[in-house]
């Protein structure tokens, strides 16, 4: 796993009255680093974000029973499936929009090393 070794400043999000995929959307374009002169695929090159006003997030109800998050042991009968709603209850908005953000991350290696470089705040 290749990282990239300049300092960059944290980039602040305020997710206040914008919707999930949005917010989610420009914070993984910045954890990739495409908004970088020096991106590259294989290179992690994107910079701290912190999400702020998470829990002010402007979502519907119904939109809140279509999202899932499915889960699956790889035994028979292992698959649990979680409502947005139940995952606000739980968890909080945090968990919502740090799910939304993994999903929007390429699934190679440096998906977990960009997900470290993430902050949410309510």
């Known amino acids: 796993m290749k990282k990239q070794n300049k300092k960059t400043e944290e980039k602040i999000v305020d997710a206040q009255g914008r919707t999930l995929g949005r917010v989610a ?11 970088s002169v020096l991106f590259q695929r294989n290179i992690m090159s994107g910079s701290p974000v912190k999400v702020i006003n998470a829990s002010k997030i402007k979502i519907t109800a119904k939109k809140l029973e279509e999202i899932t998050h499915l889960k ?7 698959l649990r499936i979680t409502k947005g709603t139940e995952t606000i ?6 968990e919502l929009l740090g799910f939304a953000i993994y ?20």
Do not use: F
């Open 25 to 35: 959307s420009e914070v993984a374009t910045l954890l990739m680093g495409k908004n």
């Open 72 to 78: 699956y042991s790889g035994y028979p009968g292992g």
């Open 89 to 94: 209850e739980k968890k909080g908005y945090k």
């Open 103 to 122: 999903r929007m991350l390429p699934g190679n290696k440096l998906r977990r090393d960009m997900l470290k470089n993430l902050t949410v705040i309510d």
